[in-house]
């Protein structure tokens, strides 16, 4: 592995920052204004997309901005695993993007600029966590994010939104001051410096002789710093969240927040702690075990939710676990199978959400009883919503199949059937909660007040911008099932360092 | 003497300027008339005043702990007492804040202060003489000299210019700080006395017993807990913020409230090691308290202007926490919290004033949904509370990262506690900047623009060009200190270097070590002692 010096990875970092400025300036022009965030996220997209065969060339990309201290820098370091996270978000937020022009004048939401300048700021400090080289760079786009997500939580600016909203940054915050941070300042202490060991996932970078028990505290903080991956139980941000407008719940809370909490918690285990130190204080099964906690009760949750967006929501809960225990396993097949999660659950669930923020634009239903019959109405939208469900529940050949694939061979190289038991019951509960949505739209019967309509309500332009983003998704999530290669190849080239 | 010091080597006397362009000012000010002129004539001098201090900036050498661009004139033969001046790694850096705040305290009284405008322009001017002398004089007769010059100024600023209970708030703070000098001036002729020097650099070299250290300690150590203010002497601060106009406010919380932690460093470590090394769990357990019960009165207050006297209060903490931590992360860290708190708290009460300006109220209540009405207001509001909160890549963050470095690195519990007092930070600091941009959640909208037909007398208008540049001025120091420190610990390196060496040559005594070993065994085993717990 080599380790290329050059400035150019910053750019995909700067290009959603300037896309924002460039909203901001032109918020007067809707039209203008729309097309900086569509060409910001292509431009953002394409240069992730550049360094690509560097990367799959088993290269790495590195550049230092700025030292703070010894040991303590703002570096970018993009590595297999940063950029299957940036391809995705990057890929995903072209999409959102078109998405949201649907979604936003279709409902005409107020303060629409300032929703753009922060929804590409997020992206853009998303990108910046993916690229992170060191603990401090993570921590700094970590925290933009948060900030820059708070408004797009309470863009509503009713009691809702304010309940939801202060609820998620005290989620955010508090955890990142009270665990992160602490957890931070000790790993510099033991190891006086936060950069990542990006050459091997399997040494850390802690001493040799550092005490397990500091090094179990520290661990212990990590996972509870970074609140945003919804582990159980510091969850509870994740559904208040979703007064949001369709499209934040949809990238950021799918995609972007999330993703980068379990982006996060999977770069500490891997770059920070290391498989070895894991193995030896059985930290990585403790945490396997914790996790399947997450996975079957927030299951159990969405199960009893009858809003879609907040079925889902719990879903997302539930299934951001699975990332976290694939790579608390610690084999060569779960670290894989949780990683290409990322990307499948990114894909499926986007779909999921857009298909949600549709069917309310077009047809103003939130609740799952009102959709009986939505499907004759709405085909696209919910055949598109059928095969993301499939990903969630892990049919092959949809994306979700290869995780459960790859996390059932992990379980099995360490010989643990009870982490098996979960991966299968979870299954069975996905089901249980997609299946009768489906159903429903495709066979269920309609209300009574809305008998005998089959007026397709996908025909309006508006709504057009909102069902081909989530037909592209819907359908590229079953084309990465079928040809995983690239995800997977990005990742063997992590696992087998 | 000369080889402490450093003459200058400048073409012109660079510290004897800085003391005297202010007061000939202020002289020259008597004579002049006219609000607009004065006005002017104010932030001239205080311009030339931070013109002629960048020199120190560019011309001062990092690599010795000496002190720099001295000047030595003979004063009082027969005391032995000389006119001498001069910056060390320790002091610069708050001379050159000192120098760049002043004109901004000039502009944000622009419109704010109404009457008596000569007066004012005399008082700020003698006021920066006099908070310049302090971080410059090296002999401790011109210290307490200029440590007493400093009250009445900022006594009559409160007095004069002051809030409904400003009778009480500038007795309170006059009294508060006069108590305090007075132990300090015990000290000085106790240390003279002793030594027959009123030199600083000789009293640091002269080994005192401990009993006398203790002494001379506890006597500057209230003079100085006072000032910062730590608690339990913190009570004047809100009082007095509350009630000062917006220049006072900026310069207690910017400038005055450094003079507490710069006499630390320059007189209780250096002079009293081994009383250091032996009031230092004292110290520490102090500081943690003042973190956590500053954020915690912070998070209740309803006045803006509070909330952030209050967050001082805690901020402070920080910075003694730093210095008494005795290794070179904490009292860098400190140093630099010290900076970090002049730009970010001065920037909040220029943006408070601001708002007062306004709406005429320091209520949250009553500013709220400002994120409608005033976006660069917000914005600037945004950064600087968020620099407040120590949000990364601002410039708190890296003093507090530092001071919890210090203080993971040799009491892991101590660090715990502080972080109770992080967390506070953004707890407060969050909540004061959601009601502000956003909520409006007692439903009355007192800015009369949707309901009441009177709106035109107190539009919301946006920040002029004035308040633009002040703020924009000080958002630079919070993104540069943020991202680059480098330069400024760089200034510090030496000076901090050798006040360690000097605390660590100093406290070795046997009675000390004695005292002192146990305190630190009880600190070090308390993470131990959990761990067996487990």
């Keep these: ?497 | 003497m000369e080889n402490y010091l450093i003459l200058n080597t400048l073409n012109f006397p660079i510290l004897s300027l800085l003391l005297i362009i202010p007061v000939v000012g202020a002289i020259v000010a008597m004579f002049l008339r006219g609000e607009t002129l004065l006005k002017y004539w104010a932030l001239a001098v205080t311009l030339v005043t931070t013109l002629v201090s960048l020199p120190l900036w560019t011309n001062f050498d990092k690599t010795t702990a000496k002190y720099q661009f001295v000047e030595l004139r003979h004063w009082f033969p027969a005391l032995k007492l000389d006119f001498v001046i001069g910056v060390d790694g320790i002091s610069v850096l708050l001379v050159l804040l000192t120098t760049l705040v002043m004109p901004l305290c000039v502009l944000c009284s622009w419109t704010y202060i109404k009457t008596r405008w000569k007066e004012f322009v005399i008082v700020t001017l003698l006021m920066e003489t006099a908070m310049l002398g302090v971080f410059v004089s090296l002999n401790t007769v011109l210290f307490y000299i200029f440590w007493e010059g400093m009250l009445v100024p900022m006594y009559l600023i409160i007095a004069i210019w002051g809030g409904a209970r400003k009778d009480y708030a500038s007795i309170k703070f006059f009294l508060y700080t006069f108590t305090g000098s007075i132990f300090l001036l015990v000290a000085i002729i106790a240390m003279f006395i002793k030594t027959g020097t009123f030199f600083i650099p000789e009293l640091m070299d002269h080994s005192y017993s401990f009993a006398f250290q203790m002494w001379v300690f506890l006597a500057c150590a209230i003079g100085f807990a006072i000032k910062m203010p730590m608690f339990p002497f913190h009570t004047w601060l809100p009082a007095a913020h509350v009630e000062a106009p917006v220049a006072g406010s900026v310069i207690l919380a910017s400038i005055l409230l450094k003079m507490g932690g710069y006499g630390f460093l320059r007189f209780c470590l250096p002079m009293a090691p081994a009383a250091t090394v032996y009031c230092m769990p004292y110290l520490l357990a102090l500081s943690l308290i003042s973190i956590v019960v500053g954020g915690y009165l912070a998070l209740g207050q309803s006045d803006i202007k509070k909330l952030i006297a209050y967050s001082s209060v805690g901020h402070m903490g920080f910075v003694t926490l730093g210095i008494f931590l005795l290794n070179d992360a904490g009292i860098k860290g400190a140093m630099l919290q010290m900076l970090n708190h002049g730009v970010t708290t001065g920037a909040l009460f220029i943006l408070i004033g601001i708002i007062y300006e306004r709406t005429h109220s320091r209520e949250l209540s009553d500013n709220n949904k400002l994120g409608m009405f005033m976006p660069i207001y917000v914005t600037f509001l945004g950064i600087f509370s968020l620099s407040s909160l120590a949000f990364p890549g601002t410039n708190s963050f890296v003093g507090e990262f530092l001071v919890l470095f210090g203080a993971f690195q040799d009491f892991p519990l101590v660090g715990a506690i502080s972080i109770l007092g992080a967390i506070l930070a953004a707890a407060y600091m969050l909540r004061m900047l959601q009601k502000m941009v956003w909520d409006d959640s007692d439903g009355h909208a007192h800015h009369g623009h949707d309901d009441h037909g009177d709106g035109e007398s107190h539009a919301l208008f946006d920040c002029n060009a004035r308040e633009f540049i002040q703020l924009a001025f000080l958002t630079i120091f919070v993104f540069w200190i943020g991202l680059h420190p480098t330069p400024l610990l760089d200034m510090m390196d030496s000076s901090v270097a050798h006040l360690l060496h000097q605390i660590d040559a100093g406290s070795v005594m046997p009675e000390a070590v004695e005292h002192g070993s146990t305190h630190h065994a009880l600190l070090e085993n308390a993470g131990t002692w959990i761990k067996n717990l487990f």
């Design chain 1, 1 to 497: 592995m080599n380790t290329i010096i050059t400035s150019k990875i910053i750019i995909t970092m700067l290009i959603p920052m300037i896309t924002g400025l460039l909203v901001m300036v032109s918020g007067k022009k809707p039209n203008l204004r729309d097309s900086w965030s569509t060409i910001g996220a292509i431009l953002t997209f394409v240069s992730v997309l550049s360094f690509l065969p560097v990367i799959q060339g088993g290269d790495q990309l590195q550049f230092t901005l700025f030292e703070l201290y010894p040991g303590i820098t703002v570096k970018l370091n993009l590595d297999p695993l940063g950029t299957i996270f940036a391809l995705v978000a990057s890929f995903l937020w072209i999409l959102a993007s078109l998405y949201c022009v649907g979604y936003m004048r279709g409902l005409d939401e107020h303060a629409q600029t300032r929703f753009y300048v922060c929804y590409a700021v997020s992206v853009g400090a998303a990108m910046g966590a993916a690229f992170a080289g060191n603990l401090f760079t993570l921590y700094l786009f970590y925290e933009i994010v948060s900030i820059f997500t708070y408004p797009l939580v309470m863009h509503h600016q009713d009691k809702e939104g304010y309940a939801g909203a202060k609820k998620y940054i005290i989620y955010l915050m508090f955890t990142s001051k009270a665990f992160l941070l602490p957890a931070m300042v000790i790993i510099y202490v033991l190891c006086g410096t936060l950069d990542f060991n990006s050459a091997s996932i399997a040494h850390g970078i802690f001493p040799a002789d550092a005490d397990r028990f500091v090094v179990g505290i520290t661990y212990l903080l990590c996972l509870f710093g970074f609140a945003k991956a919804g582990i159980m139980p510091l969850h509870n941000w994740l559904p208040d969240a979703m007064v949001a407008p369709t499209p934040v719940s949809a990238l950021l809370h799918a995609v972007v927040v999330v993703k980068v909490g379990v982006f996060s918690i999977c770069r500490v285990m891997l770059s920070i702690f290391g498989t070895d130190i894991l193995n030896e204080t059985g930290l990585g099964l403790m945490t396997a075990y914790f996790v399947s906690f997450t996975i079957l009760t927030a299951s159990v949750i969405a199960l009893t939710k009858t809003n879609l967006k907040a079925r889902l929501a719990y879903s997302t809960v539930s299934q951001l676990s699975y990332i976290v225990l694939g790579v608390a396993m610690l084999t060569p097949n779960s670290i894989t199978g949780g990683l290409i999660h990322i990307a499948n659950h990114a894909f499926a669930k986007i779909t999921l959400f857009f298909a949600a923020g549709c069917i309310f634009v077009a047809s103003g239903k939130k609740d799952i009883s009102e959709m009986g019959g939505l499907a004759k109405q709405m085909p696209f939208t919910m055949v598109a919503f059928g095969l993301a469900s499939l990903s969630m529940i892990g049919v092959p050949p949809v994306g979700g199949f290869v995780t459960k694939w790859y996390l059932a061979l992990g379980t099995m190289d360490i010989h643990n059937w009870i982490l098996l038991c979960v991966l299968m019951v979870s299954s069975l509960l996905n089901a249980g909660y997609f299946v009768p949505v489906v159903l429903k739209a495709f066979f269920g019967k309609p209300l009574p007040a809305d008998e005998g309509l089959t007026t397709s309500l996908e025909g309006r332009p508006l709504i057009m911008f909102m069902v081909i983003p989530l037909v592209i998704t819907g359908v590229v999530s079953v084309l990465i099932g079928v040809y995983p290669n690239l995800f997977l190849d990005l990742i063997n080239l992590m696992v087998k360092s």
